[in-house]
């Protein structure tokens, strides 16, 4: 798929979306457009295992939104209509796609780019560039997610300091703040992040998203509803037939095949019928 400013690139089982609209690739409808279309075009994709996202060349991850668009959003209601309340159901879509998801920070990550960063499992940054949140220097603040994810992966100061005072944060301090997962030399983010895709190939699907579905729902649910979701989420993995790969190759002291696994019907061993 190519298409408006978004593009993919397959390599194996990892398709990347690639961000493309030069220079700084600022986000704008189009875009929207594009990462939903490519989105779409992973998910039921079975032959997709890991999901990367990045800004192509060397100078952005995606530098914010297209500011000339806020021109003709200033009656009351235009903007969420026509841009933030389509955001907000993209990213968080991205936020609760069933496929891993990596972003690779090879540039300037600004904006609506940190907005759609957190929104992925697990974030490279490479060690030259600032991430942050400057809407609040235009009269505006985060819209499309970026407080309450930030804040989750920060916790509550962290995200104010980035979100009120409005400056960026460099890639070793992001690290240190749990915002980014790897700091990767300069050129080498998309390169880290295959790396950590390959090791997320060798682990079983249909438990990681549902790892990910529990995770996810840790700051919306009450313990007690955390438990029987984690309760309901675990019968489902040690029943299925990745389970019985995983514990079938650990006693015969073999790497299991997940994805072989996987691809059985149903993805669940069958149960025996009762005497």
Known sequence: MSGAHVHLETTGRVTTVVFDNPPLHVWNAAMTRGLAEALDAVEDDPSVGVVVLTGAGDRAFCAGSDIPEFAAMRAPGEAVAKKLRPQQELFARLATFPKPTIAALNGHTLGGGLEIAVCCDLIVAEEHIGIGSPEIKLGVFPGSGGTFRVARRVGAGRAKEMQLLGEPVD??????????????????????????????????????????????????????????????????????????EGVQAFLAKRAPDFWAASQTPDNTVEKETPA
Do not use: Q, Y
């Not at 682990?203 to 990681?208: H, K, L, V």
């Not at 955390?226 to 040690?238: G, P, V």
């Open 171 to 244: 890639a070793a301090t992001a690290l240190a703040w749990g915002l980014v997962n790897r700091v990767a030399p300069s050129g080498r983010a998309h390169a880290i992040a295959l790396e950590l895709a390959d090791v997320l190939l060798r682990r079983p699907p249909r438990s990681m998203a549902l790892c990910k579905s529990v995770i996810n729902a840790a700051h919306d649910l009450t313990e007690e509803e955390l438990i029987e979701a984690s309760l309901t989420a675990s019968d489902e993995a040690f029943t299925s037939a990745e389970s019985a």
